[in-house]
Structure formats: C-alpha cells, structure tokens
C-alpha cells in the first residue's frame, strides 16, 4: 500500500502567489517525521522543511511552512510568496520508527510550474 | 565542506554487463542508502547499511549489490540480473537517531541508460 499520497502530479502559481502542495501519509507508528524535498531539473534532492509526529507548532522554514493535520495523516507544504526559481518537483516522504534503517519512504511527486 | 560524491554523473551500461556506481560521505553517517527514480516517480529503496560490514535488503534489491568496507563508502553494482536498470540513482546518508531531525543528506545522482 502506498504509505505517501501526492495527489496533484503538476500545478501552475503566478510568481508571488502561494501554493498548497498536498500530501497524506499512512501509518501506524506514533513516533514519525516527515519531510517535503525539492528536486530541480538538475536531479539534486534539497531538503525543505521537517515536522515530527511529536511536535505542536507547524514547521516553518523562510518561504516554506507545513500545515501538519495529524487527526487526518496530512502534511500539506505551503510556499509562499513564489519565486521562478521554486519550479521543480516537489516530494513529500516519510520516516517510521526503525523501519529499513530510518530510510524514507516517498510519494510520487508534484511537478511545480511558477509563471511570470 | 560535508557531503556525498556520487560517480560517474553519467553511465552507459552494455548488455550482460555489471556497473558500479560510487558514493562517498565525508559526513561521519553511520547510515548509507541507495535509492532508485525512474521518471515521473518518487524514490525507491534498494539497498541500505547501518554499520560497517552490514547491509540490508530495501523494496527493489533484485538484480544489484552493495558492500560496506569503510564507512565513508556505499558502492552498488548494478548486474547484468537487473532487466530494465535504465534509471536516476540517488545515494543518501543519515544519522541513526530516531528522534533525529536532521533530513538524509542526497549526492547529485547517477543517470545510468542501456547502449
């Protein structure tokens, strides 16, 4: 079963503007992170934003926010404020407990597209 | 400065030929990982090691191999048992806490094709 959903395989935000990209997540742990990821067009994978299952306040990193809902497994990465350069394949991922060694389970990917 | 080297950036791969694929950390990571992106897709697990001289199993193992000599160092080999290896591989290496929330930290990749 698929442990990390990413619904929207491509959006389009006008530079300036904020965009929601989606992700929910399945487990049975109680103790997990989650992370969001930004892939460009070059192949690297740069790390974005963080949020325990543990913690109260939303993580915050600069442009990026997540707006955790834990009741409803989602984890939805909030950028604002949008810049050319935020276009790139977004990915969401998962670390449970001791599962594969702390390895990340990932969704499939929303392909962002920020316009003029 | 720390990170993770990956090479070649670019492999061709003959049929019934084996590939290795180099990644190195000068991290101090305990933990290595070899991930796979075919496109339009998210990552898959192949292989991981927590500790030197061991290594486990991930979701898509058939068809490579992995060894772990030096902590520094994950080299995989992609067999010629592999039917279809055309595809991105992205080596990552972490921390073994599990409360930690450092994030894995990702070399630039490997794009390997078929001649």
């Known amino acids: 079963a698929q442990k990390i959903t990413q619904t929207q395989p491509g959006m389009f935000v006008q530079e300036k503007e904020a965009v929601t990209l989606d992700c929910t997540y399945d487990?049975?742990?109680?103790?997990?992170?989650l992370f969001w990821y930004k892939q460009p067009s070059s192949g690297e994978m740069i790390f974005l934003i963080y949020?325990?299952?543990?913690?109260?306040q939303n993580a915050t990193e600069g442009r990026y926010s997540l707006n955790f809902q834990k009741a409803r497994k989602s984890a939805n990465l909030v950028i604002s404020a949008s810049q050319l350069g935020d276009s790139a394949m977004y990915f969401c991922?998962?670390?449970?407990?001791?599962?594969?060694?702390?390895?990340?389970?990932f969704g499939k990917g929303t392909s962002l597209l920020v316009t003029p | 400065d720390g990170g993770i080297t990956q090479s070649p950036k670019y492999l061709f791969r003959k049929e019934g030929q084996n590939v290795t694929l180099s990644c190195e950390q000068n991290?101090?990571?305990?933990?290595m990982y070899w991930y796979r992106q075919d496109p339009g897709q998210g990552l898959r697990l192949i292989y991981y090691?927590?500790?030197?001289?061991?290594?486990q199993k991930g979701d898509i193992a058939e068809g490579y191999s992995v060894s772990r000599e030096k902590k520094e160092s994950f080299p995989l080999t992609v067999t010629s048992a592999q039917k279809n290896p055309t595809a991105f591989y992205l080596c990552?290496?972490?921390?073994?806490?599990?409360?930690?929330?450092?994030?894995?930290?990702f070399g630039d990749g490997t794009r390997l094709s078929i001649l």
């Open positions: 991922a998962m670390r449970e407990g001791t599962h594969s060694g702390y390895a990340l389970n």
């Open positions: 090691s927590q500790i030197v001289n061991d290594f």
């Open positions: 990552a290496s972490s921390t073994q806490d599990r409360g930690a929330r450092q994030p894995q930290h």
């Open positions: 949020q325990g299952s543990y913690d109260e």
């Open positions: 487990t049975s742990d109680q103790s997990y992170g």
């Open positions: 991290l101090n990571h305990d933990a």
